[in-house]
């Protein structure tokens, strides 16, 4: 190339460079300065300009603060219009490669309930959040988003607990294909939701927090606001679902709980709700327990002596690690025995779901005021699996909604223990050796539990 085509190419290519970035500038606002606020605009092809369609309160400025421990970043949105809020938060533990199902549930969420008060959502990770996860994150959310690097105290074993012991009984649950039997992530998971989370420092300002699990949806919209719920009705825990456990992740946790019960009895609240655990006056568990995929809860319960006195003695019973006791059953039991049952509140008709159960149960007129996409034919909230009928039979304070069906609740985990006896002697019969049979039964119990999984 001669020298003057090569002056000539390198002068049109600078100039080229030059008008790429000044259009990208055009077209980029920077959070937080006044550009991203006055953004509300959409640039049409010939040029006309639309206004962007926009909800109330929906102009805000952004901020980032880094908290000390370095490893929590809080994103503000404040908003220019004033909101009357609940001191609380939104609350999930996710990992970055649930990404997708989370922004999923963000928007679902957003759109059936947090559009209308920006609550602030606070995410946590045993790792670190990637860029992306949080740029994506933080776009779809409403209020003000907190990402959460954990510390690694919060995700291990605590000292007290014999590995070598913890990993014999991972192998021997995962040959027996118990669902998650063999994950030690799972379990440090479950020790974080059943005693740790609420000790987060973002956590500390707040007085109640909602869970909200990456894949959830509600089929329904909640037109009220639930925290402001528990906190004019005096109440400490939030529940929609209670299906049965697994018995065979829990073998030792009843008799670990009625332990505590003996050893504590100034600790138990009077007019508790230990009934609802147990169909036999409490010689056994009878599985039934508040599904904590969703809950509502007051941090300051959490918090107090009350329940962290029964977390340590569950804690250092070990079954968290050496069996799977889940959170679900352990905060199920603290919050039955340590509060009055009057401080339980039942959240009915927000169409709930996280697979396979779904929470659909209201009357027609209902389905319309709520604008739910469920049929109350597919609600697993009343049904002869659930064991939410029982907490309405043993309350007589507590008064079933009236479109709710009327049959009281049959013990359920009796009968599932006739079913799998009856599929033992005849599995014996056709002289399968004990270990496949153990296998073989795992899988018939999976199978009741979650019976559309796998289709
Ligand atoms: N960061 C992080 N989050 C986790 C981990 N394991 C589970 N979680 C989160 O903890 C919550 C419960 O985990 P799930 O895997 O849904 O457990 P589950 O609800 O008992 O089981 P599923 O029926 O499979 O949903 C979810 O919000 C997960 O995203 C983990 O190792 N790291
Ligand atoms: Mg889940």
Sequence with gaps: ????????????????????????????????????????????????????????????????????????????KDYTEDLVRENATLFSLVRNGELYDMLRTIRNFEDRFNQFKHYGWIFANDEKFTESFQNQVKNLCSGSVTFVHLPEQMWNYPEFIDRAKADQARRKMQRQQIKYGGSESYRHMCRFFSGVFYRLEAMKKYRYFWRVEPDVEFKCSIKYDPFEVMRKENKMYG??????????????????????M???????????????????????????????????????????????HFFNFMDHKGGIYYERWGDAPIHSIAVSILLPHNRLKHFTSTGYLHKPNLQCDGSSEMMIENECICSPEDDGSWGDQSCIPKIYDIHKDWQRPWYAPKERYLPIHDNILRMMEEKRIQLREEGITEEVIEVRMNEYLASIHSPEEGE
């Design 239 to 260: 529940f929609t679902l209670a299906p049965l456990e697994l018995h065979t992740t829990v073998p030792t946790l009843w008799n670990s709980a009625l332990e505590y």
């Design 1 to 76: 190339m001669n020298p003057l085509r090569l002056r000539a190419s390198v002068l049109l290519s600078t100039a080229l460079l030059i008008l790429v970035i000044w259009n990208i500038r055009q077209n980029s606002g920077n959070p937080g300065s006044p550009a991203y606020q006055t953004r509300d605009v959409y640039q049409t092809r010939d040029d006309s300009r639309l206004h962007l369609l926009s909800a109330p309160n929906s102009k805000f400025s952004e901020r980032k603060e880094t908290l000390d421990d370095g490893e929590t970043i809080i994103y503000h």
């Design 262 to 308: 003996a050893k504590y009895p100034e600790r138990i609240a009077q007019d508790n709700n230990f009934l609802f655990l147990t169909d036999d006056d409490g010689k056994t568990f009878n599985m039934c327990h508040f599904w904590s995929n969703f809950e509502i809860g007051d941090l300051d319960f959490f918090r107090s002596d009350k329940y962290n």
